[in-house]
């Protein structure tokens, strides 16, 4: 469980693809790469000063690259700025002033060239067209030496062409460039070209039917060149996603009178127990990265806060080969005080979602449309007031189902998967509740059930038949709390503070942790949680 209960996944759990080790073979091969795009670079600049000093140009103010001395601040100008998505046809014949990156270049001849311009996921097809005392042959020849991927300002008048644009997200409209200036130039030859990493695998299989191969760009070819991969409108609409998740939890909380702090991430002790924590020496002592923010949000209960959450890194040192696994993570954190019943907390979380998936449905349309050009998707299932079942429900409808599982253990990958598509099918639900957990497969904080100390007042919440979500209400007894921490083998001396802050008075209090990478990409149904997080960190990923 992403914030809470320590992962226990099988280690041999495959992922989406292979490590990202390179041998001795790939880096010489890289090396060999890194040589021919400097030889490129080269050429090419060669090139363009010989179109600028060989061929003399009247028109030669209208283009060309920018000095570097011109790109340090020196100036302010009052040039208005349009964005590419901003361009639409009710600008027709208006002159705009666009910087983005240069998708491809097409030259029809020694007079025509088609640029397409992205910037942020938008394209738009700019057309350069030799025109006496506007442009010059020579300025289409310095539009082809562009590579693909620098960075161009253009500027042009708006136009409306005979028939929509298929190659561009502006497909309503063209720019008729005047001027256009190199900004940055990247290699002429890139590790990996972006339309073959916006690709999807529908494309790729069509291809392969008709006996054509178009290129796979694999995972860890993606994460190695994650500059590059981020460009896709795919990556684009998957960060901007994520950045609502954030921004809705955050909001939404805020609206509900929460407090949003933050919690030290280097601690004296394990903040879950188990082994799986990254050690390191802190000035002579022994230290751990947090696992979770869970006794520091307790101890900002004990001291009156009422309700607080944070958003924040969390630290897990399982060797968890697996899709939905991180050793680092943004872990989105809940505390609040409980009046009578750990249904509170559950009464929160059942409205902070519903509200988070209509706001994303609602208003990012764009976005989701564009991861599911490459990565195809059915809109997540949920209902108005989010299905709650007790875990030995869950149990119930497994064994009528045929699986077999233990009423005092934890759900397997498997099994929890299996409920979920039972849920779905019985409810109409991807997005459902399960609570009253085991005692035993739960934290040390943990509070156990009034009526029967085998299970505990717990949860954890699923979507598309995995977890996302686990909380609880806390023992805030202390000499209770010594007593668990004992017994799940966390030595108590290593958490006194924690333990000793609900000697002064203590609230009943719960919470819960979810995993911001998991939350987009369980929404999104996408197949590996790599692809939700923008440097991602695995037992075998430091870089980039």
Known sequence: MESEKPQN??????????????????AAKLERQRRRQEAAAAAAATAVSTVSIEESDPLSGNYGDVELNDLQSKAVTGRKWTEVGSVTPEMKDQVV????RVQTIRPVGKKIAFVVVRERGFTVQCVLTVKPELVS?????YATSLSKESIVDVEGVVTIPEKPITGATQQQVEVQISKLYGVNRAVPTLPINIEDAARSEVEIEQALEKGEQLVR?????????????????????????????????????????????????LI???????????????????????QSPQLHKQMAICGDLGRVFEVGPVFRAEDSFTHRHL??????????????????????????????????????????????????????????????????????????AGVEVDPLGDL???????????????YGTEFYILHKYPQAVRPFYTMPCHDNPSYSNSFDVFIRGEEIISGAQRVHVPEFLEKR???????????????????????????????????????????NIRKTSLFPRDPQRLAP
């Open 9 to 26: 996944p099988s280690p041999m759990e495959p992922q989406e693809e292979g490590s990202n080790k390179i041998s001795k073979k790939e």
């Open 97 to 100: 002033l666009i910087r983005g």
């Open 137 to 141: 042959s020579q300025m289409v020849k």
């Open 217 to 265: 760009v694999n995972q860890d070819t993606r994460l190695n060149f994650r500059i590059l991969d981020m460009r896709t409108p795919a990556n684009q609409g998957i960060f901007c996603i994520q950045c609502q998740v954030e921004n809705i939890f955050r909001q939404f909380l805020l609206s509900e009178g929460f407090v949003g702090i933050h919690t030290p991430k």
């Open 268 to 290: 004296g002790g394990s903040s879950e127990g188990g082994s799986a924590v990254f050690r390191l020496d802190y000035k002579g002592q022994p230290a751990c990265l947090a």
């Open 327 to 400: 050793c680092e993570f943004t872990g989105l954190d809940v505390e609040m005080e409980i009046k009578e019943h750990y249904s509170e907390v559950m009464d929160v979380v059942d409205r902070l979602f519903v509200a988070m998936f209509d706001s994303l449905n609602e208003k990012c349309k764009k976005e989701l449309e564009a991861i599911g050009r490459q990565y195809p998707f059915e809109p997540l299932k949920y209902l108005r007031k989010t299905l709650r079942l007790t875990f030995a429900e869950g149990i119930q409808m497994l064994k009528e």
């Open 412 to 426: 397997n990958t498997e099994s929890e998967r299996k409920l979920g598509q039972l849920v779905a099918d019985k």
């Open 485 to 527: 921490a004992g017994e799940c083998g966390i030595d108590v001396k290593t958490i006194s503070t924690y333990i000793d802050s609900f000697r002064y008075g203590a609230p009943p209090h719960g919470g819960f942790g979810v995993g911001l990478e998991r939350v987009v990409m369980l929404f999104c149904a996408l197949n």
